[in-house]
């Protein structure tokens, strides 16, 4: 196995960031010239209470991602419906599951906050993971779930953050 030097990796980063500019590609986090970028606005949102505690832990992950700062004027309110449901796989002849496959589904509404509550966007999201029951005592099973679903959690955060990301980036006029 070979080691490559760090210079080396960052040229060749580089260069790669060269060829992808090229061809038209730019990040979505980046400011497209006719505003201050879909960062600004995701900082404008305001994400409504999420029950249930993975709804608590999926708000608690998109407020980390819109770094959003107290006294920064909110635009935009944000509600997300964020559930999980499970089902037993891998039955055993005595009817024991093996593994749990865990569903997380979310739908969420970016509106204005004008006097119509004007909806901007919209989108729904589903995520599968699971976890395995093999002889696994309760408070192992317990600690495994609760690690899916923080899992679950994370991940529906990143695809909604890219989501609404790139909505700011091709409504720029809405950052401001």
């Not at 993975?54 to 635009?75: D, H, M, N, V, Y």
């Not at 009817?95 to 919209?122: C, F, H, M, Y």
Request: proline share 5%; charged share 20%.
């Amino acid at each position: 196995m070979t080691q490559h030097s760090p210079g080396r990796r960052a040229a060749l980063l580089i260069g790669l960031g060269g060829v992808l500019t090229g061809c038209g590609f730019q990040p979505v986090y980046m400011a497209n010239g006719d505003g201050p970028g879909p960062s600004a606005g995701l900082a404008e949102i305001e994400v409504k209470p999420i029950y249930e505690r993975p709804g608590q832990i999926l708000r608690q992950a998109l407020l980390g991602r819109f770094r959003t700062e107290s006294g920064t004027p909110r635009k935009f309110d944000l509600l997300v419906t964020f559930w999980i449901t499970g089902e037993a796989q891998g039955v055993l002849n005595f009817t024991q599951p093996t593994r749990i496959r865990l569903v997380a589904n979310s739908t969420w509404l970016l509106s204005g906050r004008d006097a119509k509550q004007t909806r901007l966007t919209e989108g729904t999201d589903r995520l599968v993971d699971g976890f395995d029951l093999f002889d696994a005592q309760y408070f192992a099973m317990d600690l495994a779930n609760e690690a899916v679903q923080r899992r679950l959690a994370e991940a529906m955060a990143d695809r909604i953050t890219l989501r609404l990301a790139m909505w700011f980036h091709q409504h720029p006029s809405a950052v401001g």
